[in-house]
Nanobody, 123 residues
Framework: QVQLVESGGGLVQPGGSLRLSCAAS????????IGWFRQAPGKEREGVSC????????YYVDSVKGRFTISRDNAKNTVYLQMNSLKPEDTAVYYC????????????????WGQGTQVTVSS
């Protein structure tokens, strides 16, 4: 059974950092494109970042470029989102998702979703 579990969210002051983790079970994560999304109250879900199965296939939304870094640890079957220089507008529930096809890259067709982790940036 495919399962994605996010962790690492929390409350942080503006300018601070958090690292989100997306741990996969039931499939080998490095064969699939994995994306991070976020949804703030009253707003639509937004694609934040994506890492494909091919080396160098990466995507970042403009608002996080230079601040967020997506990476993959195949040994741990986990994808990370390192978030630096956090701003109040980064406050949202963050979700990870996996594409349905092996060998997939970004942009992807996300079929499996985690339950989300709350990130709050506030002083």
């Amino acid at each position: 059974q495919v399962q994605l579990v996010e962790s690492g969210g929390g409350l942080v002051q503006p300018g601070g950092s958090l690292r989100l983790s997306c741990a996969a079970s039931g499939f080998t994560l490095d064969y699939y494109a994995i994306g991070w999304f976020r949804q703030a109250p009253g707003k639509e879900r937004e694609g934040v970042s994506c890492i494909g199965s091919s080396d160098g296939n990466l995507y970042y939304v403009d608002s996080v470029k230079g601040r967020f870094t997506i990476s993959r640890d195949n040994a741990k079957n986990t994808v990370y989102l390192q978030m630096n220089s956090l701003k109040p507008e980064d406050t949202a529930v963050y979700y990870c998702a996996a594409d349905r096809k092996p060998g997939s890259n970004c942009p992807a067709d996300f079929a499996s979703w985690g339950q989300g982790t709350q990130v709050t940036v506030s002083s």
